[in-house]
């Protein structure tokens, strides 16, 4: 099973960099890592995150051509589900007022866009309880 919060600094810098292109060579990922490591150890490593399920390679031009598994958005909730096991008790409101409590975390335009989303979730309940 991928768990995202399993990846080391490098692999995650790889994710990001596969998720930011869309997919890339190992060339293309070692030049968007700040402070790469070497063409081999790129290499290791991307051979890691396959056998850990994160990547699939194709071939073209003779060389492997590395995308995602799976997509960013469904990563990333997978990703957060084992932070709220893990840290949070599974508790989204322990997760959510301790994100709250991290100063300059999140933003006025944030806070309008988490209280819309909370007053939608509430009206979808409320209309999903009548029927």
Known sequence: MRNATNLSR???QIMDVVYARG???AAQIRADIP???SDSAIRALLRILEDKGFLKHRVADCKYIYGAVQERRSAGKGAL???LRTFFD?????AVAAL???RGAVSSDELKELSDLIADTRKKGESHDRH
């Open 23 to 25: 997919q890339a060579s």
């Open 81 to 83: 589900n084992g932070v």
């Open 10 to 12: 490098r692999e995650r």
């Open 100 to 102: 709250l409590e991290q």
């Open 35 to 37: 402070d790469a490591p």
């Open 90 to 94: 599974g508790s989204a409101v322990q």
